[in-house]
């Protein structure tokens, strides 16, 4: 067709299939492990764990993936590889076609080579032995559950209409790794069996990955009670007026900043167990599990253990964000408190200067009087010059032409003086 396709449409399309899951027949064994860079959030190094994929690979001639490949499952040795490259971490899946006699052998976790796990560019998230057998009558599966698992923590439950039983106590054993059982009737399918696999071990990783909100939260505790208390001393003095307002201005802004330091370090981490968890929800839910003999299910098992701990970080990330807008308000009000300050201090300094305006003008008021007199003093005198002449013509004393001058002189300097202002004005 004449048509030209965006460049993203294949690419986009291709990855909704990108992640198929395995197609498992009965028995298996699985070895999972799930590894996240040290240090910040989002520090890795892609090459570098590209690199530790190659290295395995290469030990069994596998071939290669693709330079930017997310994912990669193939054929190492007698033994299936699945590699899976994540937001914030990366997960190998070995599915072996045998069981070993010893239910959980450590040994079957030597697929991967000891020294090539020291060479991990990462920490372990979670590892998992999953064990995939026929299942037997429940009295014989009631007897592997009791021997394999700690009974107070196991969650069993059937799934898939009843297709399956899967099990698991979500504790770590002495080699330390997670343990699953998955027993499968005899209708159920491969592709069937791999989903339920897949989806344990997804359960696993991102409750695991969720739970590191947890310990960032226990991290903050103190930092967030200190602040609470200062944040409550401030807001307690701004009512009391027990300090002065520049010095509860710097208080909320050192108050502000430590908020805002502690939500941009917590943001990434908040978001990231809110998405994981959501995640655990879906793929408990989908195993659409049935009781197994009055044992608690998987479901049951999460509301009891892993709700609470989702609830404290949610708890934590509200308070955080309670305490944030706790300190903008007691800035508004602050800023509310100096402007009507700064209000009093200006209509205090105005009256001064209504005050101040009205000592000048009286004060200039004297000074005009005093300088009509000045004034009119010396115009007399001048005048004296100009009429003493005429004063003898007509046989007149010298004091009766000034007293007869100086009126005339003050009035018409008084008025001049008067016609300045008011042009002035």
Same mark, same amino acid.
Request: charged share 25%.
């Given at each position: 067709?004449?048509?030209e396709?965006?460049?993203?449409r294949?690419p986009?399309a291709?990855e909704?299939?990108?992640r198929p899951?395995?197609?498992l027949?009965?028995p298996?064994?699985?070895a999972?492990?799930?590894?996240k860079?040290p240090?910040?959030?989002?520090?890795?190094d892609k090459q570098?764990e590209r690199q530790h994929?190659?290295?395995?690979l290469d030990?069994?001639?596998?071939p290669?993936p693709q330079?930017?490949?997310?994912?990669?499952s193939g054929?190492?040795?007698r033994?299936m590889?699945k590699?899976e490259s994540h937001?914030e971490?990366?997960?190998?899946?070995?599915?072996?076609?045998t069981?070993?006699?010893?239910?959980f052998d450590?040994?079957?976790f030597?697929?991967?080579?000891p020294?090539?796990?020291?060479?991990a560019?990462?920490?372990?998230?979670?590892?998992i032995l999953?064990?995939?057998e026929p299942?037997?009558e429940?009295d014989?599966?009631d007897d592997?559950?009791?021997?394999?698992?700690?009974?107070?923590?196991?969650a069993v439950?059937h799934v898939?209409e009843r297709e399956?039983?899967?099990a698991?106590?979500f504790?770590i054993d002495? $080699?330390?790794h997670?343990r699953? $059982?998955?027993f499968?009737g005899?209708?159920?399918?491969s592709?069937?069996?791999g989903?339920?696999?897949?989806r344990?071990?997804e359960i696993?990783t991102y409750k695991?990955?969720?739970m590191l909100g947890?310990?960032r939260?226990?991290?903050?505790?103190?930092?967030l009670?200190?602040?609470?208390?200062?944040l409550t001393?401030?807001?307690?003095?701004?009512?009391q007026?027990?300090t002065?307002s520049?010095d509860t201005l710097?208080?909320?802004?050192?108050?502000?900043?430590e908020?805002e330091?502690?939500?941009?370090?917590?943001?990434?981490?908040?978001?990231a167990?809110?998405?994981y968890e $959501?995640?655990?929800r879906?793929?408990?839910e989908?195993l659409r599990?049935?009781r &197994?003999?009055?044992?608690?299910? &998987?479901?049951?098992?999460?509301?009891?253990?892993y709700?609470?701990?989702m609830?404290?970080?949610r $708890?934590?990330?509200?308070?955080l964000?309670?305490m944030?807008d706790?300190?903008?308000r007691?800035?508004e009000?602050?800023?509310t408190?100096?402007?009507?300050?700064?209000s009093?201090q200006?209509?205090a300094l105005?009256a001064?200067?209504?005050?101040r305006?009205?000592?000048q003008?009286?004060?200039q008021?004297t000074v005009?009087?005093?300088?009509?007199?000045?004034i009119?003093?010396?115009?007399v005198?001048?005048a004296s010059?100009?009429?003493?002449?005429l004063?003898e013509?007509?046989h007149?004393?010298k004091g009766l032409?000034?007293?007869?001058?100086?009126p005339l002189?003050?009035?018409l300097?008084w008025?001049?003086?008067?016609?300045?202002?008011?042009?002035?004005h």
């Amino acid at each position: 067709m004449p048509l030209e396709d965006h460049p993203l449409r294949y690419p986009l399309a291709n990855e909704l299939h990108a992640r198929p899951f395995p197609t498992l027949a009965t028995p298996c064994s699985v070895a999972f492990l799930a590894l996240k860079a040290p240090g910040t959030d989002t520090a890795r190094d892609k090459q570098a764990e590209r690199q530790h994929l190659l290295d395995l690979l290469d030990r069994h001639g596998a071939p290669h993936p693709q330079p930017d490949a997310t994912h990669w499952s193939g054929q190492i040795g007698r033994h299936m590889l699945k590699w899976e490259s994540h937001t914030e971490f990366v997960t190998f899946t070995i599915f072996t076609r045998t069981l070993s006699d010893r239910p959980f052998d450590p040994a079957e976790f030597e697929v991967f080579p000891p020294d090539w796990l020291a060479k991990a560019p990462g920490q372990r998230v979670t590892s998992i032995l999953l064990r995939v057998e026929p299942g037997p009558e429940d009295d014989a599966i009631d007897d592997k559950l009791e021997s394999w698992f700690e009974g107070e923590s196991l969650a069993v439950a059937h799934v898939l209409e009843r297709e399956a039983i899967i099990a698991g106590d979500f504790r770590i054993d002495p $080699a330390g790794h997670m343990r699953f $059982a998955v027993f499968t009737g005899q209708q159920i399918g491969s592709r069937r069996v791999g989903r339920v696999v897949q989806r344990l071990c997804e359960i696993e990783t991102y409750k695991a990955m969720s739970m590191l909100g947890l310990a960032r939260v226990r991290r903050i505790a103190p930092c967030l009670h200190r602040i609470d208390d200062a944040l409550t001393g401030l807001i307690g003095a701004m009512r009391q007026d027990e300090t002065k307002s520049e010095d509860t201005l710097k208080g909320l802004l050192k108050v502000s900043a430590e908020l805002e330091d502690l939500a941009a370090r917590t943001a990434y981490r908040f978001a990231a167990t809110k998405a994981y968890e $959501a995640i655990v929800r879906e793929r408990v839910e989908m195993l659409r599990e049935q009781r &197994f003999r009055g044992r608690q299910t &998987f479901t049951e098992f999460m509301m009891r253990r892993y709700e609470p701990a989702m609830r404290t970080v949610r $708890a934590s990330e509200q308070r955080l964000g309670a305490m944030s807008d706790r300190a903008i308000r007691a800035g508004e009000l602050l800023r509310t408190r100096v402007d009507v300050e700064r209000s009093a201090q200006n209509q205090a300094l105005l009256a001064s200067m209504d005050r101040r305006a009205d000592a000048q003008l009286r004060l200039q008021e004297t000074v005009e009087g005093l300088s009509v007199v000045a004034i009119s003093y010396y115009a007399v005198s001048l005048a004296s010059y100009m009429l003493y002449p005429l004063a003898e013509s007509y046989h007149l004393s010298k004091g009766l032409v000034l007293a007869g001058v100086t009126p005339l002189v003050v009035v018409l300097v008084w008025l001049l003086v008067r016609r300045i202002r008011a042009r002035m004005h």
